[in-house]
């Protein structure tokens, strides 16, 4: 078997030709590498010496014409740094918080999180749901929408992700993780953003994490919510969710579970009430 | 490949394959403190601090740590100087068969560093990534609430 062959570049121009190379990838905090296996890896590139380790939160660079500003989250940041910066009372925050154990936090990279997407991802849905940019370097090079990084798969060709980011701008938020003991892969998970202006609802977003597609937005959900008032919405209808049965759950349990959940923590954020289970 | 590290402050030059993890290497050259589990990151046996944060050293291929500073629970304390963490686990009954003890107090002094006076709630949760299969975790949480009181007041 061929030994591996490590590269330390220090500049993004090197790292767009090694990622030409065959069977190179990049290496972050390196637990999902060693989850899928080095049998097919001949080369891996060591990212701590680049530009990518950096949270910036300039709510005085006004996006777009927008009236805030963005929280730009470098590729190499842990999860745990993730937390220590935006804590508990921002989604991402609290659902990273949540994630895996308190060392594998230490090296679970947010760049190396989204490039494998796992099914049990603590990370993806608050993303999703804030509307996250992703600026890739090397062959696709610039900034993309997060749900088209997700769907273009050519994107992820010899490229690098080199940060995310998303408006500063405060939500009320629930976010919920089907698990069966405090340390486990969710199931799923759901993440849900809500804007009021007075007692109406002005913006909403709802996003499952860890159901067929790996990912569902429900916008008709979102739409059929937006411009009503809180507090008069008694019941809300929520369609099917499609899951594949997992080893310990069925699909039909699964569809069942994220229905019920989904319809409990709509309502309550509704209320005004705060989950973070 | 060849590669230096820093450990509990001392100079190891050492000559790995490119796909060893610190915990092969660490063992490799004497440090058998670092204990080999699962290998998988989930039991928390293997444990270091690598520029003074707590990861599982089966989850980090060696070449991306070199250079870099590596604390075992060693570094911390020995026999005849242990430090008040070391003591109060013993003091406290917090160790029985002892092969999680050197993941539980490194991650019980990456605790105390950041927090000086944690509640029940932030002890369990800095060692949701250490598992005891003898203890039942009540001792290990006695003691890093007694090294915690003694560090604060330095008694």
Redesign the interface.
């Known amino acids: 078997m061929k030994e591996l062959c490590w590269y330390f570049p220090s500049s993004m121009d090197e790292v767009s030709t090694l990622l030409k190379k065959r069977g190179v990838i990049p290496y972050g905090g390196g637990t999902g590498i060693l989850k899928t296996g080095l049998n097919r890896v001949e080369g891996l590139i060591d990212l701590s010496c680049l530009p990518i380790h950096f949270f910036r939160r300039d709510n005085n660079d006004r996006y777009n014409g927008s009236s805030y500003g963005r929280i730009e989250i470098g590729a190499t940041q842990t999860f745990a740094e993730v937390t220590e910066q935006l804590g508990q009372g921002h989604i991402l925050g609290c659902a990273l918080g949540k994630s895996a154990s308190t060392p594998l936090r230490n090296r679970i990279t947010v760049g190396g999180s989204m490039a494998l997407f796992p099914a049990w991802s603590d990370l993806m849905g608050p993303l999703i749901a804030l509307e996250a940019e992703v600026t890739l370097a090397g062959e696709q090079q610039g900034t993309y929408p997060i749900t088209h990084y997700l769907t273009e798969r050519g994107l992820r060709k010899q490229t690098l992700i080199t940060g995310i980011s998303f408006p500063d701008t405060t939500w009320s938020f629930q976010y919920f993780r089907h698990t069966r003991t405090h340390f486990d892969y969710p199931a799923f998970t759901i993440s849900l953003l809500l804007k009021k202006d007075g007692e109406k609802v002005s913006d909403l977003r709802v996003v499952v994490v860890g159901c067929s597609g790996k990912y569902k937005r429900l916008h008709q959900v979102e739409e059929s919510l937006i411009g009503r008032l809180g507090e008069e919405i008694e019941s809300i209808s929520v369609s099917r969710i499609p899951f594949t049965g997992k080893k310990f759950m069925s699909s039909e349990y699964l569809e069942h579970c994220a229905q019920v959940e989904l319809e409990r923590r709509l309502l309550a954020l509704l209320k005004g009430e705060i989950f973070h289970g | 490949?060849d590669g230096e590290f820093i450990v509990n402050g001392e100079r190891l030059k050492v000559s790995f394959?490119?796909?060893a993890?610190l915990l092969d290497i660490l063992r490799r050259e004497g440090h058998t403190e670092v204990k080999e589990g699962c290998r998988e990151?989930?039991c928390?046996s293997c444990?270091i601090l690598l520029k003074g944060?707590?990861?599982?050293s089966c989850?980090?291929?060696a070449?991306?740590a070199m250079g870099k500073e590596i604390t075992t629970v060693k570094g911390l304390g020995s026999l005849h100087a242990p430090h008040p963490i070391q003591t109060a686990f013993v003091e406290a009954g917090a160790v029985q068969c002892g092969f999680c003890t050197p993941g539980m107090i490194l991650?019980s002094y990456?605790l105390l560093k950041k927090n000086q006076n944690p509640d029940e709630e932030e002890i369990r949760?800095?060692?949701?990534?250490n598992l005891c299969r003898c203890t039942g975790y009540v001792k290990i949480v006695d003691a890093i609430k007694l090294a915690a009181r003694r560090m604060r007041t330095d008694e």
């Open positions: 490949m394959r490119p796909a993890t990151g989930q928390g444990v944060r707590l990861v599982n989850q980090v291929l070449a991306s991650a990456s949760k800095a060692l949701d990534g």
